[in-house]
C-alpha cells in the first residue's frame, strides 16, 4: 500500500515509544498506569523554501531593505508554523518512504484545498514574521506526513492521551503527564534501600551539611529582618516545617532510632 504523500520513517517502535511513555511515568512517580490504547497518526505538514524581504522609504519612494531566505514546515491541519518540525524533517529528507507503515494507522486530512495551499502559506508566513503577505515568496512546496503515535493511559482512574514522535522520540504533549508526590511510606522504603549502599551515606551527609548550612543562613536573615520590623518576642511564630519532609530527616530519624535501641540493648 502506498501513500499519496511521502512520509517520514518510523525511526521508534511502538513498543520503544511505550517504555519512553512508562519510563516518564515512573520518574514523575507514578506505580499504577494501564496503556489502554494506542494509535499511529500520520499528520500533515506543508514543507518548503521561503523568501521575503522587508522595505523602508527613502525620498518617498519603498526601496528593499533586507531580504531573508529559509526552509519552514506547517502543520497542514491547523496551518501553524513549526519550526522544531522543520528540522525533523530537514535531517530525515533523505529517509522519505511512499510506502504505508506495516501497522495500522490514520491520516489527518490537510484543512485546505490545493488551489488555496501556496495563498494560505504565503499569508502564515507573513503573519509569522509580520511582514506584508505581498513581500513573501514560496518555492518547492512538499506535503509530508510526520507520524505520531498517540498512547491513552490510565493514571490511577484517570485517561491520558501522550503523544510520541516515531522520527526521534520525543513526547510532544509532556505536560499531559502529571506529577505525583511520593508519600512517606514510599520516602522511607526508598530511603532504606538507598542506605544499602555506601555511597548513599556520603551523598547524604553531603545534602544534610548543605541543608543544615542553608537553613542556619536563612534564620539567620530572617530573625535580622523581623527585628527590625517587629518585637524580638514575635521572632519565632513562623516555623519552616517543608525540611521534615525531606530523605536526610528520615536519615536522622533511623540514626537516632538505632541509638536508642544501642543504648537499650547495652544498659
Do not use: C
Not at 227 to 248: C, G, H, P
Amino acid at each position: 500500500m502506498y501513500l499519496g504523500n511521502p512520509s517520514l520513517p518510523l525511526n521508534i517502535s511502538l513498543k520503544e515509544a511505550t517504555h519512553i511513555v512508562e519510563n516518564a511515568l515512573k520518574d514523575n512517580n507514578w506505580i499504577n498506569f494501564t496503556l489502554k490504547k494506542t494509535n499511529l497518526i500520520l499528520f500533515p505538514y506543508f514543507y518548503l523554501n521561503y523568501h521575503y524581504f522587508t522595505e523602508k522609504i527613502v525620498s518617498n519612494e519603498k526601496v528593499v531593505e533586507n531580504s531573508f531566505d529559509g526552509i519552514i514546515a506547517i502543520d497542514g491541519s491547523i496551518l501553524k508554523i513549526n519550526k522544531e518540525i522543520s528540522e525533523v524533517i530537514k535531517k530525515n529528507l533523505d529517509k522519505l518512504t511512499n510506502n504505508a507503515p506495516k501497522i495500522n494507522f490514520s491520516k489527518v486530512e490537510v484543512n485546505i484545498n490545493k488551489k488555496e495551499i501556496n495563498d494560505v502559506v504565503k499569508l502564515k508566513i507573513a503573519e509569522y514574521f509580520k511582514i506584508p503577505k505581498q513581500n513573501v515568496l514560496i518555492s518547492n512546496t512538499k506535503t509530508i506526513f510526520f507520524p505520531i503515535y498517540e498512547l491513552i493511559f490510565d493514571i490511577s482512574g484517570k485517561e491520558h492521551s501522550i503523544k510520541v514522535g516515531a522520527v526521534e522520540g520525543n513526547i510532544i504533549n509532556v505536560e499531559e503527564i502529571p506529577f505525583r508526590e511520593k508519600n512517606v511510606s514510599e520516602i522511607t522504603k526508598e530511603t532504606l534501600t538507598e542506605l544499602s549502599n555506601p555511597k548513599a551515606w556520603v551523598k547524604y551527609a553531603k545534602e544534610l551539611f548543605s541543608k543544615s548550612f542553608s537553613i542556619t543562613s536563612e534564620k539567620v536573615k530572617k530573625r535580622s529582618k523581623v527585628k527590625k520590623e517587629v518585637q524580638s518576642k514575635n521572632n519565632f511564630k513562623k516555623i519552616d516545617i517543608s525540611f521534615f519532609s525531606s530523605k536526610i530527616v528520615l536519615l536522622i530519624i533511623i540514626l537516632l532510632a538505632l541509638f536508642l535501641i544501642f543504648l537499650a540493648l547495652f544498659n
